[in-house]
């Protein structure tokens, strides 16, 4: 199993970038995944890192780095649509399933 | 359109009164999920079955049911509701991988999910 652990809240100007860590504990890695979620509405994926390294898309990146067990993403040129809960979560050597952190809630205010 | 499909989306019932949430995907996913969503727990796993009649507990099974008699298919059961129960549910399904790499990333396609609430 992981331990996954990720900020609770964090909250960020518009405009501005902002960076979600998470940090995780597994016997044996095999990727790791960042979804976004809106207040009440189903997750949707925005990332997947394996190796380490930065995987830009857009105004979004996620960084990996599988000796720190350390990943983070990073959201540039914040709009008020980005406020939402971040997912980190990691999938184990030889399984499928991937496990869920707790979410980061990011506020974004004007 | 590609979708999973959870019914109901809302749900009042009472301690006790056994309840079916539906879940269906028009993807061909081999990889097919339960999950519930409590506010500081997130999401945790209830069940999964990775095939046709092959399923498996995730990290909160007690109380619940499911079945995977087809692939498109695969229902929640409540036998007996209870109060702590009471939680926002979601359906996941996806591709199994393929190795490791990004060909390997087994992307989940989420329900729009559903809210139970158990009296």
């Known amino acids: 199993g992981q331990n996954i652990d990720q900020p609770t809240e964090m909250t960020a100007t518009e405009g501005a970038i902002v960076q979600i860590n998470c940090t995780y504990q597994?016997?044996?890695?095999?990727?790791l995944f960042w979804y976004q979620q809106h207040a009440g509405e189903a997750p949707t994926f925005l990332s997947y890192?394996?190796?380490?390294g930065l995987e830009e898309k857009g105004r979004f990146s996620s960084f990996l780095s599988r000796s720190k067990g350390y990943s983070y993403l990073l959201l540039k040129e914040l709009q008020m649509k980005d406020s939402a809960s971040y997912l980190c979560a990691v999938r184990d050597e030889g399984s499928y399933i991937p496990t869920f952190g707790r979410g980061t809630s990011l506020i974004v205010h004007p | 359109e590609a979708q999973v499909t959870q019914n109901p989306r809302y749900l009042i019932t009472v301690t006790g009164k056994k309840l079916t949430v539906t879940c269906s995907q028009n993807?061909?996913?081999?990889?097919m999920s339960w999950y519930r969503q409590d506010p500081g727990l997130g999401l945790r796993q209830i069940y999964y079955s990775m095939n046709v009649e092959v399923t498996d507990k995730g990290d909160v099974p007690e109380g619940y049911k499911v079945s995977r008699k087809e692939k498109r298919n695969f229902p929640l059961i409540l036998e007996s509701p209870s109060p702590n129960q009471t939680s926002l549910y979601f359906c996941a399904s996806s591709f199994r991988p393929i190795g490791r790499g990004v060909s390997g990333a087994n992307v989940l396609t989420f329900g729009a999910g559903s809210r139970l609430t158990v009296l």
């Open positions: 890192n394996v190796l380490d």
């Open positions: 597994t016997s044996g890695f095999n990727g």
């Open positions: 993807m061909n996913h081999e990889y």
